[in-house]
């Protein structure tokens, strides 16, 4: 090694093409972090505006649990009677919306109201039971019109759905009951 080669310290010198080697593994991790990043945020954002263009709003709980236990020769159908009961469901949605707010208010209120609030309970009970009511009352015509082999599978759909609830629950020791089994 020459002494040209060598620094004012004596270490070896190292030109410009080598200082930017070393960290060229830096740059393309830092590309591929940047392109991994605007990949999630693009999907996110997708979702939202995706969710935010749909013509339907997104369904109700009670409304994918039908769709889920019905039978598949069925769900096209129900789908179609979703899409037709909106009017009906949106109304009944702005009216709990309602009775939320009321909630709230009698919460708020100064002097506080115990009557007032229980009114608004009610009224929200009322409300969540109509929309319940009108799904037991859908799922009681699909299965009237099933047949043996259909009903025997919305019941298996069912069973699978209410042990699945009670383990979530902790209400486990509920399970065999379901199964028709003996609750020891």
């Known amino acids: ?3 040209a080669d060598t620094g004012p310290d004596g270490a070896p010198e190292t030109g410009p093409r080598e200082r930017g080697r070393g960290r060229r593994w830096m740059t ?22 995706r ?14 649990i039908m769709l889920r236990v019905i039978p598949e020769a069925y769900q096209q159908e129900l789908r179609a009677a979703i899409k037709a009961d909106r009017p009906v469901v949106h109304g009944v949605r702005v009216r709990m919306h309602r ?17 007032a609030l229980d009114q608004a309970f009610s009224e929200r009970l009322r409300l ?29 759909r069912l069973e699978r759905m209410t042990v699945r609830w ?19």
């Open 1 to 3: 090694m020459a002494a």
């Open 166 to 184: 009670a383990a979530r629950h902790g209400l486990a020791e509920a399970a065999p009951a379901a199964r028709g089994g003996r609750n020891d």
């Open 51 to 64: 969710s935010m263009m749909a013509e339907t709003p997104r369904l109700m709980r009670g409304e994918r």
């Open 28 to 49: 393309a991790l830092l590309v591929v972090s940047l392109s991994a990043n605007l990949l999630v945020a693009g999907v996110f954002i997708g979702q939202m505006a």
């Open 99 to 115: 009775a939320n707010l009321a909630i709230i208010a009698a919460v708020k209120a100064e002097p506080y109201d115990p009557t």
């Open 128 to 156: 969540r039971g109509e929309l319940q009511r009108n799904w037991h009352r859908r799922l009681r015509d699909y299965a009237g019109r099933m047949s043996v082999e259909e009903r025997l599978e919305l019941a298996a």
